[in-house]
């Protein structure tokens, strides 16, 4: 051995019994004092600041249910107040004392507790450990001076979450409804050791939490589908479902939640909706009294040329939409017209924000005005030369199935209490935009796609559901990319929902809406019905 490490070793063997005669005089003076000891303790414990933030939240995000939603990762800490660690340890076994220390040197030795305390003995030091490292020192707790708490970060990975933007725009105060005002008087969640050893987690009654429509056992279920390796070829998967008689959210999530949320059209403009916006020409065409459903029409004899294989003989409008006939829209939204369409569909939320959150993390969608050239908006019939929230989607399906009424989609339900008082409630918005009978042919038109049209891989046995397939095409900024699209809903214990899947960036050749969403779809509505 080198004569460094012999003055290191005989320094630490000098530190340490330095240490070890200080407790034990310590400790003998303790029993000289012998009742007042406790007394002792109290009093030098009252002169610090015992308790410690536990998370860096001061409020909760919670399901219907109230289950938080939030995912945390948590921080594993040792507090050591050297004065009380040094002092007042009189009836603690010099060996624990030692068990403690040489635990935490072996996590980290940069973490050495008696060198720390000879170089600043009255300092006190805050070390993060591991779980495992953790619960060891949990063993020999019992130590006065020592503190062991838990504190949660929210974990900012997954940072599109819907969750996780939902704390973006408190922290900033940036949404359209100030909900920062709900949670300014909270208080931060705390351990308290003042009065118990093991220290009392300590929670405001009076702080404000966030209850969302969301139903977090069906959220989690979702992405464990779409997360599913069968899936592996989809880099991107984007659900969100409703109830259609309130609006409420229940589930909106998508299969990677590290990259700008799909759903609220994140970071972007918002996406092209495709064929799925066909759905809101037939309800202007209809509702107006200019076609019915069953109108016939020829594409192999249309003026225009944008299928890609013409369909032979008479189709129907139903037929139309359940194949999904470009050009048959194309000579309907010309008869309909730009403006007609446009009312119907703003009037149903689109090109407006569903959320009201900040441009960043939420688009409100747009339209190209119809050129002279184009002969009417041919591309806008077909969901082309838009973009919109895909969230806005829902609304289609919901204004069908609650007979032609329009009900704004709701995500924040309430503000409640850590009692789980009701503070405030917030509504939503109805409107009448179809007549009911209108509604009605469009939920027949939605089964027939299903049954009979672009849909039929998509049938479910013994569920009620109806649903319309889309494909769409975009620029990315390098290149044109495809998008597949399916929107739906189902029935299920006498309640209709809502439901779309997108599934982005899929290969035009061979892949569209029907056989990339489609058998997600399916595979949810089975699940769902299957598991509630």
Not at 262 to 276: A, C, D, E, M, R
Not at 484 to 506: P, T
Request: charged fraction near 25%.
């Amino acid at each position: 051995m080198d004569k460094k490490n012999v003055r290191l070793r005989i320094r630490f063997i000098n530190i340490l019994f330095g240490l070890s005669i200080s407790i034990i005089i310590f400790r003998l003076a303790f029993i000289q004092l012998g009742a007042k000891a406790d007394k002792y303790v109290s009093i030098a414990m009252n002169q610090y600041n015992l308790d410690y933030r536990t998370s860096n939240l001061n409020y909760r995000i919670l399901d219907d249910k109230s289950n938080d939603l939030i995912k945390y990762s948590t921080k594993y800490i040792v507090e050591v107040k050297s004065n009380i660690f040094k002092n007042f340890n009189n009836n603690i076994e010099m060996e624990k004392i030692l068990t403690f220390t040489s635990i935490l040197k072996n996590y980290n030795e940069d973490f050495d507790l008696i060198q720390k305390f000879q170089e600043n003995p009255g300092y006190n030091f805050k070390f993060e450990v591991d779980k495992y490292t953790y619960e060891k020192l949990q063993t020999v707790q019992d130590i006065n001076g020592i503190y062991l708490y838990e504190y949660d970060e929210f974990n900012e990975k997954e940072a599109w979450s819907i969750e996780n933007i939902l704390i973006k725009e408190i922290s900033e105060n940036s949404t359209e409804e100030n909900y920062h005002t709900y949670i300014e008087n909270n208080k931060y969640p705390k351990i308290d050791f003042n009065y118990v050893k093991t220290g009392k987690d300590v929670v405001d009654p009076n702080n404000n939490n966030f209850k969302l429509t969301i139903d977090k056992e069906l959220q989690d279920g979702v992405k464990n589908i779409i997360s599913d390796k069968k899936y592996d070829e989809f880099d991107s998967i984007a659900i969100a479902i409703s109830e259609a008689s309130t609006g409420e959210i229940k589930a909106l999530t998508q299969k990677n939640e590290y990259n700008p949320n799909i759903i609220l059209g994140s970071t972007s403009l918002g996406y092209v909706p495709g064929s799925v916006f066909k759905l809101v020409v037939a309800e202007a065409a209809i509702d107006s009294g200019i076609f019915t459903s069953k109108h016939e029409f020829s594409c192999e004899n249309s003026r225009y040329n944008l299928c890609k294989d013409r369909h032979a003989g008479k189709l129907t409008m139903e037929d139309a939409l359940a194949v999904s006939c470009n050009n048959i829209f194309a000579e309907i939204g010309k008869e309909v017209g730009w403006d007609l369409i446009k009312n119907y569909a703003e009037d149903q939320g689109f090109f407006k924000k569903v959320l009201g959150f900040s441009d960043l993390r939420e688009a409100s969608g747009s339209y190209a005005e119809p050129k002279e050239y184009e002969d009417g908006p041919l591309f806008l019939s077909m969901g082309q030369n838009m973009l919109i929230e895909p969230l806005q989607a829902l609304n289609i399906t919901n204004t069908i199935l609650n007979n032609g009424i329009y009900t704004k989609l709701k995500l924040i339900d309430k503000i409640v209490n850590e009692n789980n008082e009701v503070i405030k409630e917030f509504s939503n918005t109805s409107d009448k935009v179809l007549k009911k009978d209108t509604a009605n042919i469009l939920k027949s038109m939605l089964i027939n796609t299903l049954e009979n049209g672009t849909g039929k891989n998509i049938k479910i046995s013994g569920v009620e559901s109806g649903v319309k397939t889309g494909t769409s095409e975009r620029f990315d900024g390098e290149n044109i990319v495809s998008d597949g699209w399916v929107l739906g809903y189902f029935k299920h214990r006498n309640k209709y929902y809502s439901m779309f899947v997108f599934v982005e960036n899929i290969n035009e050749e061979g892949q569209f809406g029907g056989n990339t969403a489609g058998p997600i779809f399916k595979e949810i509505v089975e699940y769902y019905t299957n598991t509630f």
